[in-house]
């Protein structure tokens, strides 16, 4: 009886339920959080053992609900509960493939996305064998590794039909919007003020650049889905349309300058490939960059950037900000410009192997420009380059940050090529959604290192894997169309 209950999702949900108001019941009687998380915990590795695909499912919803704690004070932040989730799918994955070596077909080895995926992950191990800082960076490799058989290997064998896209839709969405209404409920007791919104983020988020990031990937999604209720009930494309105006309206309200342009570069994007140019705009947008680093170095022309030290500070309110920004005067810019000119100069003493993943923040200092310090650069969060480009190349070197710098571009023309390859309107706006919420996390990571977070991370994995499925979906269906 209790192998049939946890393969029927309708018992399984009930169950849950239920703990979850018995643990809720046994924290207030005791004040203890083990007794709320280890009923939820056996039950889980049950499930993972009878009904994997659910645990999965599972997985998936918690992702916008974990949050980060500290076991003990001092000790390393975990990701509570997604984080021992995906150890058990880590393990999991070892006992499915001994099991069966023949579960990863050969068609998902020989993709593109997969091969240079591949190659990263080589790359990596080769960094970290050179690390300054083996240990930390060995942690860095474990986390790599479940990030990638979770989010990239496992979607390979939960996503069969169009039903599953629908699923993982209401799956993440559901308990999201459950995490933008507890942030707005806190922001309009503060009044949604730009200086109090960490703290109405509280610890749902790291802060509001990984809240913003995830809910600036998100509205794509949304916007798509609303794009495929036509011809569904009204109410349906009502609710459709209020949710795309809420994530909106979210991505405002998280006061972040990187998420908004992501929403924009997210519909440049969708353009572009509607029109067969997408393949275009990563190479021009690489030339920009290059020609931008050529003449900052020339002649030293970067020291005309250096801000006043004391006029750039942190301002009051959004407006302002935005206008300090192209002063010069906002503190967040000059510190990351200040970051960026530590990593590139640090990248000329290690340009092959990198320092080790972790390595930034032990190593920088020497390398900085004190006329770009602000008020920040003691960095007590222990924060890193706050550009993935420059992350990878101080950490992995520049085998690593040419091979993200690929991967980007061959995800946009995976998308292209797949999104005119269907003839399924279902699967091309999946396909166009998926791309533009790729494109958005790719903004946000040119100014920050969110990848490697458990909220964006695991997003960004996910939009790779399911770009491999829909891609191989498209040349069976092709096949079909030709052999009737």
Request: glycine letters at 4%; charged letters at 15%.
């Amino acid at each position: 009886m209790f192998p049939a209950i946890l393969n029927n999702e309708k018992w399984l949900l009930k169950t849950y339920l239920g703990l979850l108001f018995l643990g809720i019941g046994l924290f207030l009687f005791t004040g203890s959080y083990s007794f709320f998380l280890i009923p939820f915990a056996l039950l889980y590795i049950v499930t993972a053992a009878i009904n994997w695909r659910a645990a999965w499912w599972i997985l998936l919803c918690c992702i916008p609900l974990s949050v980060q704690m500290s076991l003990q004070e001092g000790s390393l932040a975990l990701s509570l509960p997604d984080e021992p989730m995906m150890w058990l799918f880590f393990l999991l994955f070892f006992v499915l493939f001994t099991a069966k070596p023949t579960i990863i077909p050969g068609w998902w080895l020989r993709d593109p996305l997969v091969i240079i995926v591949a190659l990263q992950l080589l790359w990596l191990i080769v960094a970290v064998i050179c690390s300054r800082v083996l240990f930390l960076s060995l942690k860095f490799l474990f986390a790599k590794c479940w990030y990638l058989i979770c989010f990239m290997v496992f979607p390979l064998w939960i996503f069969r039909d169009r039903k599953d896209f629908v699923k993982a839709f209401l799956v993440l969405f559901v308990p999201l919007v459950v995490t933008i209404c507890i942030i707005f409920i806190r922001q309009w007791v503060t009044h949604f003020s730009f200086r109090e919104v960490n703290r109405a983020i509280g610890s749902i988020y790291y802060n509001h650049v990984e809240y913003s990031a995830v809910v600036s990937m998100c509205l794509p999604l949304a916007f798509v889905a609303w794009l495929l209720s036509k011809g569904r009930p009204k109410r349906v494309r009502y609710c459709l349309l209020a949710l795309n105006i809420f994530l909106l309206l979210a991505v405002i309200f998280s006061y972040a300058r990187a998420a908004m342009l992501a929403v924009i570069f997210a519909a440049v994007v969708a353009l572009a490939i509607r029109l067969r140019l997408v393949n275009l705009i990563m190479p021009c947008l690489y030339g920009i960059i290059a020609m931008g680093m050529v003449y900052l170095v020339s002649n030293n022309n970067y020291i005309d950037l250096r801000p006043n030290y004391e006029r750039t500070y942190m301002h009051r309110n959004f407006s302002d900000h935005l206008i300090a920004t192209f002063k010069g005067q906002d503190m967040s810019s000059m510190e990351r410009l200040y970051r960026w000119i530590a990593a590139v100069r640090m990248s000329n003493d290690r340009p092959i192997v990198g320092y080790g993943p972790h390595a930034f923040y032990y190593y920088y200092k020497p390398y900085t420009v004190n006329m770009f310090k602000t008020y920040v650069s003691r960095n007590e969060e222990h924060s890193t380059t706050h550009n993935y480009f420059l992350f990878m190349l101080v950490e992995q070197g520049w085998p690593a940050m040419l091979l993200y710098a690929l991967l980007v571009m061959a995800v946009f023309a995976h998308a292209q090529r797949t999104y005119f390859s269907f003839r399924d309107r279902f699967y091309k706006y999946c396909t166009l959604g998926i791309a533009m919420a790729f494109a958005a996390c790719f903004i946000n990571n040119f100014f920050s290192e969110m990848i490697e977070t458990h909220k964006v991370g695991s997003l960004f994995y996910i939009f790779i894997a399911l770009l491999v499925i829909l891609r191989q979906k498209s040349k069976e269906m092709t096949a079909l169309e030709k052999a009737s």
